[in-house]
């Protein structure tokens, strides 16, 4: 019993984390919200000892903050940690791209149009969580057939803080934006011009983020002070 217990306790713990990131990522739990590891015990079902690892993972990814008077609460947007994030990950991608395109193939070139596709859908249903969805279904191709796992641990860290300033001001321009800049990106790879698929693919990180750094920006500044 206690070897099944060893076993299925770093599964439950990563269930709550998962489920935790999430809520997070998605403004579920919004930030500067409190939050306490007995109420999400009960919540989940669980003991609290999964709970204060999976509180301490997010917290090691910048997603939970930990205050005075064994207090947790969810952390707020920060936008330079956001701009530097957006400039590490379109490198990354932009690294992708490049170890990818000598074996990308045209299955998994459709494959991307068909993703840029339902991206344009769900933005004209106006549903971000699809939208979102297709975006990283587009970035996945490129992840997967890069054939560097390293690539994809390195983003797993960093996304996260992208994620809740998309969630938290969808911009339908920027988005739209990203979907004529996809078509680009695919164009590129079916020349094998690896420098322009690169190029291409980092612009569309930046931009994307110069776009929701901006908008976030006025939007602070037009808020009436207290």
Known sequence: MKTIKTIMRPALRDQVYESLKKAIVTLELEPGGR????????????????????????????LVESLPGSQTRIAEIHLEEAKNAFTVVAALHGLAVRLAIPLI??????????????????LDNKDVQCAVEADDQFHAVFLKTSGNDEIERALERLMSKIRRLEFSKFSSVGA????????AIISACRSKDLNLASSLMEENWLSLGRILIDEKDAKRENEPSD
């Open 176 to 183: 739209r934006q990203s979907i004529e800049q996809h078509k």
């Open 35 to 62: 939050i306490k590891d007995k109420d999400l015990a009960s919540e989940f079902g669980v003991s609290r000892t999964p709970v204060r690892e999976a509180l301490k993972r997010l917290e090691d990814e910048g």
């Open 105 to 122: 193939s045209d299955e998994e070139l459709t494959s991307m149009e068909e993703s840029n596709a339902q991206l344009a859908k769900a």
